[in-house]
């Protein structure tokens, strides 16, 4: 059975740190690319970063370029999105979702989504 699960989010204040992590179970890393996206209240869902199942070259929003980093690790069967100097604009719901193919900012076209996991940044 393939599942995504998030977790690390929380509320932060302003310059702060959170890691957020994508335990997936039902298929290996190395099958899938795996991609974070987050939605903000009255937005779309927006791609922020995407890890690839080739070489674990990764993908980044502009907005988040060097105050996010993404790695995996195989023997977990997780991905991680480390989130650095978080801004109050990166407030939303963030999931995890599984591709075939590529790392797309295409929402619709990942198969597998995990249920989300909040960050709040505020002071």
């Known amino acids: 059975q393939v599942q995504l699960v998030e977790s690390g989010g929380g509320l932060v204040q302003p310059g702060g740190s959170l890691r957020l992590s994508c335990a997936v179970a039902?298929?290996?890393?190395?099958?899938?690319?795996i991609g974070w996206f987050r939605q903000a209240p009255g937005k779309e869902r927006e791609g922020v970063s995407c890890?690839?199942?080739?070489?674990?070259?990764?993908y980044f929003l502009d907005s988040v370029k060097g105050r996010f980093t993404i790695s995996r690790d195989t023997a977990k069967n997780t991905v991680y999105l480390q989130m650095n100097s978080l801004k109050p604009e990166d407030t939303a719901v963030y999931y995890c979702a599984a591709e075939r193919l590529s790392c797309s900012n295409d929402f619709r076209e990942y198969e597998y989504w995990g249920q989300g996991t909040q960050v709040t940044v505020s002071s």
């Open positions: 890890i690839s199942s080739l070489d674990a070259s990764a």
């Open positions: 039902g298929f290996t890393l190395d099958d899938y690319y």
